[in-house]
């Protein structure tokens, strides 16, 4: 593995979303869009792949997110441009009804439907973006869960900020689940309070303060979480969760993750 690129064969779970939090702590939707670039960049360099549990579309985080990996991944191509290997740099999956909107793309663009998307054929090899299997007749809140469940099992480490915890469509919030779902695997979530919502839920619980909501996930959070080595100092999992600065979010959780895959990465 080489020194520069010390998070290869990482793939890293990026749940960052708003909060109902947010505006009271001073942060807004533009400040959410930056620190997932941030960190995806930050991610992207040190060789790790990332995976999102929503749909990749044109105009949004995504975009810039895939223009990152453009940047940071050489995707090898074979002379007629098709990417020659399996490892796209970013991964998306995405819960029943819906479809990826580079599956979408592709399906049309064979049928003669609509003339090549420029960009969704430069995104060819760098995202991976699939719908999760599910049961017919599954509502949505199964779809959802069965996604998180996948993405459970597809990522080494997940990283969780904000989140609503009203207004959600599935079980329970989305970031709760997909930090339970995490942990479960025996792998290290990296949370903290600076946008509020579900992740100072999480906050709660992995420093052991009394849970106001969501008691039973709580309680597994704490657990599952306890039976795992430290990634970080105690102190710097306090400056974590207490972290009012995104740059020092940013920083600590990129420390964690390094500190982590030199230790779990398959030898």
Same mark, same amino acid.
């Given at each position: ?16 979303? /708003?909060? $109902?939090?947010? /505006? ?10 930056? =620190? ?24 949004? *985080? ?12 050489? *995707? ?64 949505? !809140? ?36 997909? !930090?339970?779902? %995490?942990?479960? /695997? $025996? ?29 039973? /996930? ?5 657990? =599952? ?23 020092? =979010?940013? $920083?600590? %959780? ?14």
């Amino acid at each position: 593995m080489s020194i520069a690129r010390p998070l290869a064969g990482c793939i890293v779970g990026i749940s960052i979303s /708003e909060s $109902e939090d947010m /505006e009271r702590l001073g942060f807004d939707r533009s400040e959410m869009n930056r =620190c997932v670039v941030r960190l995806s960049e930050s991610l992207l360099a040190a060789g790790a792949r990332v995976a999102f549990g929503h749909d990749w579309r044109p105009g949004g *985080v995504m975009e810039a997110v895939a223009a990152l990996a453009v940047r940071y991944v050489n *995707v090898h191509r074979d002379a007629e441009g098709r990417p020659a290997h399996g490892g796209a740099p970013i991964l998306n999956r995405v819960a029943p009804p819906d479809v990826p909107f580079l599956e979408q793309q592709r399906e049309e663009s064979a049928a003669g439907d609509r003339a090549p998307n420029p960009m969704a054929r430069l995104l060819d090899g760098i995202v991976d973006a699939r719908q999760t299997d599910a049961p017919r007749g599954a509502n949505r !809140a199964e779809a959802l869960s069965l996604m998180r469940e996948e993405l459970a099992k597809l990522c080494h480490v997940r990283v969780c900020l904000g989140g609503k915890l009203s207004d959600f469509s599935g079980k329970i919030p989305g970031i709760i689940e997909e !930090a339970l779902g %995490t942990l479960r /695997e $025996e792998r290290p979530v990296f949370s903290s309070g600076i946008f509020g919502g579900a992740s100072a839920v999480i906050v709660r619980a992995l420093s052991g303060e009394p849970a106001e909501l969501y008691a039973e /996930e709580s309680a597994e959070l704490r657990a =599952c979480a306890a039976r795992l080595p430290r990634a970080l100092s105690e102190n710097e999992e306090l400056r974590l969760w207490r972290s009012t600065s995104v740059e020092q =979010c940013l $920083e600590l %959780t990129l420390r964690g993750t390094v500190k982590w895959w030199a230790h779990a990465r398959p030898r």
